[in-house]
């Protein structure tokens, strides 16, 4: 019974995506629901994905300079308050506590939605003079937000993602860290993630609460829908003069500092499901790939099979290889369609009659290819192809963005494009949010960036015919 449940087909992504991406993180073990509605618990398998992520981003972050630290996950009111803009863009979501032990509060405590607030009052406290600058602050933690609609990973009530915060003496400094921290991010996606992105600003609309500007990287997922994949939001000097967070600068006058934020979630991993996935289960790119290869004995209750399979364990290990031995009683085929729906990269396969040839066989999950390997060359064709199939993924994600990528000069070609097909719409805008509105109205469809490199399609917009300013990229999104 165990054996026909673990393989029993899936529902196919072309029949019911999101069904397809349900079964997907349950039959993958990736996550499970919880008894509180909208939470979720991320199994190891899950979670072993969630601390490569944070290995690898945190590396990087750490070669621009950044410090982790941590800060409470409480929030007074009071404080929540002194952002107009902010506090009126997470009102809704917000989860209060209103009573400690058995007493009522004094004052209520939001639960972070977000940690802006927080950070401009331990600023307040720890900058004084210029020379306290910049303060390049993350903090990797949960938060929440009471969402409506919840699905794993891309929403859910409580999440675990990174938060950045800085604080910088000028204006250009901050643009400068936006612009660095989301260059990190698109980096982070495309090099480890295997996943293409856009990389543009967002429009009035769109932009975070608070911030003069929000940048963003989007992503393509395989149903034609945009995922926003990471924002960097540049928020001038506005939260410095809500808060009072002033220096002394060189010339002994008074500043105001200027402040940046950015962020990446959980929901990156369901972002490498919904690029990188088929109907058989996950793909996992190997950089974050928790078991890069699987080893699989065939007729392993033959003298000699188990105890190769074992050496080849050792060598691979040795080599920085992550890689495991299925030598459990399930059977060859079990095993393959195991490995398959977890997405580990590669798997090897070795029985007697391969032992007996000093080979093995060798199948990429990617691409379903089988490779003959000699036993002497395991170490050096492994690692080889574990860079192949990184590189062979990110091309066909961004294959599939690209063929998925439209253009449209008119509300007719916008509308077609949208109602015929799935995927980003290249359009001209004018920059009227009348216009925004009136196709989110119409088509459920939002603006997803204006990209930084912009492309003119022709001289009006798609919407109204007004002289266009920015060519957007538009789409459906999660």
């Given at each position: 019974m165990a054996d026909k449940k673990m393989v029993e087909a899936i529902t196919s992504m072309e029949e019911d995506f999101a069904q397809w991406y349900t079964d997907i993180v349950k039959k993958a073990e990736l996550i499970d629901y919880t008894s509180v509605k909208g939470c979720m618990a991320i199994k190891p398998a899950g979670y072993a994905i969630w601390e490569l992520i944070q290995n690898q981003l945190d590396a990087m972050f750490k070669e621009t300079g950044v410090k982790n630290m941590?800060?409470?996950m409480f929030i007074?009111?009071?404080?929540?308050?002194?952002?107009?803009?902010?506090?009126?863009?997470?009102?809704?979501?917000?989860?209060?506590v209103t009573q400690g032990g058995g007493a009522p509060l004094t004052e209520r405590l939001c639960v972070r939605p977000t940690s802006e607030t927080l950070f401009c009052d331990y600023y307040k406290g720890v900058v004084h003079s210029y020379r306290d600058l910049p303060q390049v602050c993350n903090q990797w933690c949960s938060v929440v937000r009471w969402e409506k609609e919840t699905r794993p990973f891309l929403r859910s009530r409580e999440f675990l993602w990174q938060e950045g915060h800085t604080a910088h003496a000028t204006a250009e400094d901050a643009e400068k860290r936006t612009v660095q921290m989301l260059n990190v991010y698109a980096d982070f996606l495309e090099n480890?993630?295997?996943i293409p992105v856009i990389k543009g600003q967002k429009t009035e609309k769109e932009k975070f609460a608070g911030?003069?500007?929000?940048?963003?990287v989007e992503a393509l997922m395989h149903d034609g829908k945009a995922l926003q994949s990471g924002t960097s939001h540049n928020f001038g000097d506005g939260f410095a003069r809500a808060f009072?967070?002033?220096?002394?600068?060189?010339d002994n006058t008074l500043k105001y500092v200027h402040q940046t934020s950015w962020g990446m979630t959980t929901r990156l991993i369901g972002a490498v499901i919904m690029v990188?996935?088929?109907?058989?289960?996950?793909?996992?790119?190997?950089?974050?790939a928790p078991t890069q290869v699987m080893i699989i004995p065939i007729q392993q209750k033959k003298e000699g099979v188990l105890d190769k399979a074992n050496e080849l364990l050792d060598t691979l290990k040795k080599a920085g290889v992550r890689v495991d031995?299925?030598?459990?009683d399930k059977t060859p085929g079990f095993k393959f369609s195991e490995q398959e729906m977890r997405g580990v990269p590669m798997r090897i396969e070795i029985g007697p009659k391969d032992i007996e040839n000093g080979k093995c066989v060798v199948v990429r999950r990617d691409n379903g290819e089988k490779i003959?390997?000699?036993?002497?060359?395991?170490?050096?064709?492994?690692?080889?192809l574990l860079v192949t199939i990184q590189k062979d993924m990110f091309e066909a994600a961004k294959a599939h963005r690209d063929a998925h990528t439209y253009v449209a000069v008119t509300m007719d070609e916008f509308e077609k494009a949208f109602t015929e097909k799935s995927g980003f719409v290249k359009a001209m805008w004018c920059g009227d949010r009348a216009c925004e509105d009136e196709i989110k109205d119409k088509l459920a469809v939002t603006s997803r960036c204006m990209p930084w490199e912009q492309e003119k399609l022709s001289d009006v917009c798609v919407c109204c015919g007004k002289p266009a300013k920015k060519m957007v990229y538009w789409g459906k999104a999660y």
């Open positions: 941590y800060l409470p007074p009111e009071s404080l929540l308050q002194m952002e107009k803009d902010h506090v009126e863009g997470f009102a809704p979501e917000v989860a209060w480890v993630l295997a911030a003069e500007a929000t940048y963003t009072g967070i002033q220096y002394t600068d060189k990188h996935g088929d109907n058989s289960g996950l793909k996992l790119p190997p950089k974050v031995i299925d030598d459990t003959d390997v000699a036993l002497s060359d395991i170490e050096s064709k492994v690692k080889e």
